[in-house]
C-alpha cells in the first residue's frame, strides 16, 4: 500500500501489442499533460475476448510483458480478439490503449459485448487522455462514434458531458468545425433520443425519466430543430395550461433549453413568459429548472440581463448559482458581468467561489488566463483562493488542450467523415 498511501496522484497505464504480447508501462496521469513522477505497484486485470478469460498481474516496475499468444491466435476469431484491461474499472488508473487495442474495443463496444461499466471506464479514460495531451482528438471523436446505440444512463451522461466539452474546445480551436462536430454529436443520440421519445413509457425506470431529459437538452444545445420545434410547440400547450401532460416535470428543463436556444434581442416573447413562469410559481424545484436554462441563449444582451436578475431580490441568493450555466457564446459577457459586479457581489454572494469557477474555468487561452490572474491579483480572498488557482489552471490546461487540438494534421478530415457517416 505504500505505493498508493505515500504517493498523490495515481498512474496511466500504457499497453500496446508486440510479437504476440503485451507490454505494460505505467506513469503518473496529469490532467495539465505534464509528464509526472512516480511508480505504483498496480493490481492489473485483463479479460481477453470475454469475462470467462481473465488474467491477473502486479505491475510492479515501470514495464512488463505479458505473453497473450492463446489469445490472439487465428482460432480465435475476430470476437475473441478485444482486450480489456481494469475489468469493472475495479482498479484506480487510466488505461492508455495502441491503435491496434482501441480498434478491437471499438469493434467490442459497437458488438455490445462490454458491460456499461467497462463501456464508462473507455470512454472516460479516452476522454481524460485527449484533454490531457496523451491522445488525439481524432481517435476520441471515432470512439464516441461507437456508442452510437448506447442506451445506459451512466454511459450516455458521460458521453454528453463530453460531448459539450469537445464542442466548446473545437469552437474555440477549429470554428470552421463546429458546425459539423454538431451534426455528429446529433446523430451520435438521435438512436436513444428516438428509443425514449418525450412521453414516458408505462414501467420505464427513474433512469430512463432522467435519460430523456440530457438527451433532448443535449440535441437543442447542438441546434436539432425537430427537437427544438417539438420543445416550443409543447411549452406554449404549458403557457395555456399548467396542467398539460405534454410538458411533464421531468422534461420541462430541457424544454426551457430549447426554447431559450431561439431568443433574441429582437425575440424576447419565450424569455418573458419564461420569467413569467419563474414568477407565478412557488416551487422551488420549478425556479431552479428556470434559473438553469435562462442563460443557455447566445444572445449577450439577454445574458446580461439574465445575469443581473440573478442579483435581484426575486432570486434567492444561495439559487443565483443555478443561473451561472451560460452558453458558449456568453462566456465573454458573464466576465464583463463579473468584473463589473465584483465589488457588489464579494460583499453580498454566500457562493462566491461558484461565481469564480463557473464563469472562469470555461475560458482557453493563455491571454485569458493572464487577464485573469491580473484582475485577481488584488482582489482575492481566501474564501475563493483554492478555486480560484484550480480555475486558472483549467484555463491554462484547455489553452494547452487547444493547440494541441490546432497541431492535428488530420482533424478535419475526421470530424467530416464521423459528422457524415450514416449511423
Not at 495539465?32 to 479479460?47: K, N, Y
Not at 425506470?205 to 440535441?219: K, P, V
Amino acid at each position: 500500500m505504500n505505493s498508493w498511501a505515500k504517493k498523490k496522484g495515481y498512474p496511466v497505464v500504457s499497453v500496446e501489442v508486440k510479437d504476440q504480447k503485451l507490454v505494460f508501462e505505467q506513469s503518473q496521469f496529469l490532467s495539465s499533460g505534464a509528464h509526472g513522477e512516480g511508480q505504483w505497484i498496480v493490481p492489473i486485470t485483463l479479460c481477453c475476448g470475454t469475462y470467462d478469460v481473465r488474467k491477473n498481474l502486479l505491475l510492479q516496475t515501470i514495464s512488463e510483458t505479458l505473453d497473450i499468444k492463446e489469445f490472439l491466435s487465428d482460432r480465435s476469431g475476430a470476437t475473441f480478439a478485444w482486450i480489456k484491461l481494469n475489468v469493472d474499472q475495479a482498479g484506480f488508473y487510466r488505461v492508455k490503449y495502441d491503435e491496434d487495442l482501441a480498434g478491437r474495443l471499438r469493434y467490442a463496444i459497437d458488438s455490445k459485448y462490454l458491460s456499461a461499466t467497462d463501456r464508462f471506464g473507455i470512454l472516460d479514460d479516452s476522454f481524460s487522455l485527449c484533454m490531457a495531451r496523451q491522445q488525439s482528438l481524432t481517435s476520441l471523436l471515432i470512439l464516441m462514434g461507437a456508442y452510437k446505440e448506447e442506451v445506459e444512463y451512466t454511459v450516455l451522461s458521460n458521453l454528453i458531458t463530453i460531448s459539450y466539452k469537445v464542442a466548446r474546445i473545437v469552437a474555440d480551436a477549429s470554428p470552421e468545425l463546429l458546425n459539423d462536430i454538431k451534426r455528429f454529436f446529433i446523430s451520435l443520440f438521435q438512436y436513444s433520443a428516438e428509443k425514449l421519445g418525450w412521453e414516458p413509457k408505462q414501467g420505464e425506470s427513474h433512469l430512463d425519466a432522467m435519460l430523456r431529459g440530457e438527451i433532448l437538452t443535449a440535441l437543442a444545445v447542438f441546434g436539432h430543430d425537430l427537437t427544438l420545434n417539438e420543445a416550443s410547440r409543447r411549452f406554449h400547450a404549458f403557457l395555456d395550461d399548467r396542467n398539460t401532460s405534454l410538458l411533464l416535470p421531468d422534461i420541462r428543463k430541457a424544454a426551457y433549453v430549447c426554447v431559450m436556444q431561439r431568443v433574441s434581442t429582437s425575440n424576447r416573447l419565450d424569455y418573458e413568459s419564461l420569467l413569467r413562469v419563474y414568477r407565478l410559481t412557488d416551487l422551488s424545484q420549478e425556479k431552479t429548472r428556470i434559473l438553469g436554462s435562462l442563460a443557455s441563449c447566445s444572445d449577450p444582451n439577454i445574458i446580461r440581463e439574465v445575469l443581473d436578475f440573478l442579483l435581484s431580490s426575486e432570486v434567492r441568493s444561495q439559487d443565483a448559482v443555478f443561473g451561472l450555466a451560460v452558453s458558449f457564446e456568453g462566456r465573454k459577457t458573464a466576465w464583463t458581468w463579473l468584473k463589473d459586479k465584483w465589488e457588489y457581489i464579494s460583499k453580498t454572494s454566500l457562493s462566491l467561489p461558484h461565481f469564480v469557477s463557473a464563469i472562469v474555468s470555461p475560458f482557453a487561452s493563455f491571454e485569458k488566463a493572464k487577464e485573469i490572474e491580473e484582475f485577481f491579483a488584488s482582489r482575492s480572498k481566501p474564501s475563493i483562493a483554492r478555486t480560484l488557482k484550480q480555475s486558472i489552471e483549467r484555463v491554462y490546461i484547455n489553452a494547452n488542450w487547444v493547440q494541441s487540438i490546432q497541431n492535428e494534421e488530420h482533424l478535419a478530415n475526421a470530424v467530416k467523415e464521423v459528422a457524415y457517416r450514416k449511423y
